[in-house]
Structure formats: C-alpha cells, structure tokens
C-alpha cells in the first residue's frame, strides 16, 4: 500500500464503495472491484486481486445482508441451507481454482448470459411478486443445490456470482426480487467467506488496500440494501438487466479477444 499514490486509494474507495452498492441490489460488484484492482496493481498475481477482491466484497455482503434480513425478512429455512451449501462449494472452487484455465469458462458464461437476459426481458412481470415453483423437501433440495453449484462457480472464477444467485432464485425457484436478492446477499457473504479461508493462511490477501475499499464497500452496501427495499422488484429488476447487460459486453469482448488471439 505505501507505493501505492493517493489519487490511486480514493479510486479505488470509489470503486469499491459502487461495488458494494450494486452487489447490494442485484449482485455483480465485482464488474467493477476487481478490474480497478487489476488497474492498480498490474504486476500482482492473480490470486492476490481475487483475495482481496474478496475481503473487500465480504465487507459490504455482510452489512446488505443484515440490513435486507432485517427489512426483507425472507424464509430462513431456503436462506441457511443455500449459504451452507454455497460455502462448501465455494471451499472446493477454490480450491481447484488454479486448476481451470479462464478462457474456458468465458464461452459458457456469455452464453449463460444472454439467456439470462433474454429471459429476463422476455418475462415483464418476471420476480414481481414470490410464486414458489416447488414445495416440501424438493424446493429446499433444488436450493441447496443451487447454492452449492454458484458457490463452485464463485471459488473457481466469481464473476457475476450475486446475479447468479438472484436469477437462480427467481426464475428457477419462484422468488420476488427482492426477497431473492436478501436471500442472494446472505449466499454471496458465504461464499466470500469460503475463499477467505482458502486465500488468508496462502498469504494472498492485500490488507490495507483491503481493508480500505472493504470500508467503502460496507457503507455501499447499506446504502444498496436500503434502496433496494425502498425501490422495489421493479427498480432490482431494472437493475439486474443493466447488470447483466455489463457482463455480456466484458465477457464478450474477452471472447472476442481469444478467438482473434
């Protein structure tokens, strides 16, 4: 952090601050966190941007998450199953991370992508309201492998994971947006937390850089938490396309590249 310059620091509070912000609303803060973090530092390894990446983002998911249980009050039942779940398979994504080459995952992710938003703007009325698709024991199951596969994917790679798990939680399970992105907060701060204990004791983490945009993501967070319940479904949902809609164009471009490449 000392060779670091100021005007550096406060772009980077900035940065992540909005980060916490979004990921708040609708998930995908990391579109703009952790590329200011490969702007700043273009000689750190990999694994040094996505630790502390990840200490910066935990901050903010566990303020939102708090503030939406609070507000939101969402089914705890769904909720603590889909965490649990999630940060196990976070845990494994991590730990396989160094394993799986990126330029693999960019093709199926644009393509999951575009599905998703397509999805979305074909549905209007999509996540207005809750109308759970399943009951019982198959509606917890069906969540907590929801959980369980997002977490991997976030372990292993992690961008777009909040917005996953939003759109897992509408258009597979039936949730209102809001109540979706309360639920959403809580598995994100799990798998966080997951990689947290993969990357610590590897001595990844940048701490003070950290710490700092960790500060600003939380009070981001409380600020897109708050809005998220005054605004609504309708406001999440509009949101979640322009979320995703930034997904596409980065993942795209990074498609676009390899094949040229």
């Not at 997904?247 to 676009?256: E, K, M, N, P, S």
């Amino acid at each position: 952090m000392d060779d670091v310059s100021l005007v550096t620091v406060a772009l980077l509070v900035v940065a992540g601050f909005a980060a916490g912000w979004i990921d708040a609303v609708v998930g995908g803060g990391g579109l703009v966190q952790l590329p200011s973090l490969m702007v700043a530092f273009p000689g750190a390894a990999p694994v040094q941007l996505l630790a502390t990446n990840k200490l910066a983002s935990i901050c903010g998911t566990s303020t939102s998450s708090v503030t939406l249980i609070r507000r939101v009050r969402p089914d705890m039942r769904t909720a603590i199953p889909l965490a649990l779940l999630a940060f196990a398979g976070s845990l494994l994504g991590a730990l396989i991370a160094s394993q799986i080459p990126r330029s693999a995952f960019n093709p199926i992710i644009l393509f999951v992508l575009v599905a998703v938003g397509a999805y979305t703007l074909a549905r209007p009325g999509l996540g207005e309201v809750t109308q759970l698709k399943w009951d019982g024991r198959r509606h917890y199951a069906i969540a907590g492998l929801t959980g369980f596969s997002i977490g991997l994917y976030d372990g292993a790679l992690g961008p777009g994971t909040g917005s996953f798990f939003v759109f897992a939680l509408v258009g597979l399970l039936g949730y209102g947006f809001l109540e979706a992105s309360a639920k959403a907060k809580l598995a994100n701060f799990a798998t966080n937390l997951a990689s947290l204990v993969i990357f610590v004791p590897q001595g990844a983490v940048l701490w003070g850089i950290g710490l700092a945009m960790g500060a600003a993501n939380l009070v981001g967070g409380y600020v897109g938490a708050r809005t998220a319940v005054a605004k609504g479904a309708g406001f999440i949902r509009v949101v979640f396309v322009v979320v995703v809609s930034a997904f596409i164009l980065r993942i795209g471009y990074d498609v676009v590249n390899q094949l040229v490449g």
